[in-house]
């Protein structure tokens, strides 16, 4: 069994910063890329972030510059740290990661909520 647990999330001002962090737990034998993605009420899901096993990223065109995605091999994490927030980052986020465990699939986090607001 294979979990992903997200922290992080809050309310903040416009301008500001948070970070988030997802753990992978369980029967893991390898991960291969993670990756934040949020939904905004009303709207479709959306990829922000994502980091391959290697390190190479990739970034919505909305958050270049303004957010970072990183890893943690050694402790299954990924983390997205988040600055200059704008009201319209506002969303619940998720964490997603392809991992190899007794089975391999794409499993995804609870989700964090992010509130921009002045």
């Known amino acids: 069994q294979v979990q992903l647990v997200e922290s992080g999330g809050g309310l903040v001002h416009p301008g500001g910063s948070l970070r988030l962090s997802c753990a992978a737990s369980?029967?893991?034998?390898?991960?291969?890329?993670m990756g934040w993605y949020r939904q905004a009420p009303g709207k479709q899901r959306e990829l922000v972030a994502s980091?391959?096993?290697?390190?190479?990223?990739n970034y919505a065109d909305s958050v270049k510059g303004r957010f970072t995605i990183s890893r943690d091999n050694a402790k299954n994490t990924v983390y997205l740290q988040m600055n200059s927030l704008k009201p319209e980052d506002t969303a619940v986020y998720y964490c997603?990661?392809?991992?190899?465990?007794?089975?391999?699939?794409?499993?995804w986090g609870q989700g964090t909520q992010v509130t921009v607001s002045s």
């Open positions: 997603n990661a392809d991992i190899l465990g007794t089975i391999k699939g794409a499993y």
């Open positions: 980091i391959t096993s290697g390190g190479s990223t």
């Open positions: 369980g029967s893991i034998f390898s991960i291969y890329a």
